[in-house]
Nanobody, 115 residues
Framework: QVQLVESGGGLVQPGGSLRLSCAAS????????TGWYRQAPGKQRELVAH???????DYADSVKGRFAISRDNAKNTMYLQMNSLKPEDTAVYYC?????????WGQGTQVTVSS
């Protein structure tokens, strides 16, 4: 079974950038039907960026134009480049399947945007 592990979070000032990584272990992983979620304190988890079943990308309106999802098949890793970060982007970020029956939630990686 493939395991996805997130990394790359941290503390950044408003307007700054971070790149999150999601490494897949266990087998070669296409990252189709996989995306980045986030959950802020007291809020529901939301899908912010994902690859569809055909490999196209889509974004939540709140991050469109600022975040970019990508993958490196050779490294079996998916990325989330986050630019122009805002305090409201503060959350724990997770990578996971879009298919509920295939979802296993790890610890995620904390992103804090604050001056």
């Amino acid at each position: 079974q493939v395991q996805l592990v997130e990394s790359g979070g941290g503390l950044v000032q408003p307007g700054g950038s971070l790149r999150l990584s999601c490494a897949a272990s266990g087998s070669i992983f296409s990252f189709y039907n996989t995306g980045w979620y986030r959950q802020a304190p007291g809020k529901q988890r939301e899908l912010v960026a994902h690859f569809s079943s055909s490999g196209t990308t889509d974004y939540a309106d709140s991050v469109k134009g600022r975040f970019a999802i990508s993958r490196d098949n050779a490294k079996n890793t998916m990325y989330l480049q986050m630019n122009s970060l805002k305090p409201e982007d503060t959350a724990v970020y997770y990578c996971n399947s879009l298919i509920p029956s295939r979802q296993t939630w790890g610890q995620g990686t904390q992103v804090t945007v604050s001056s």
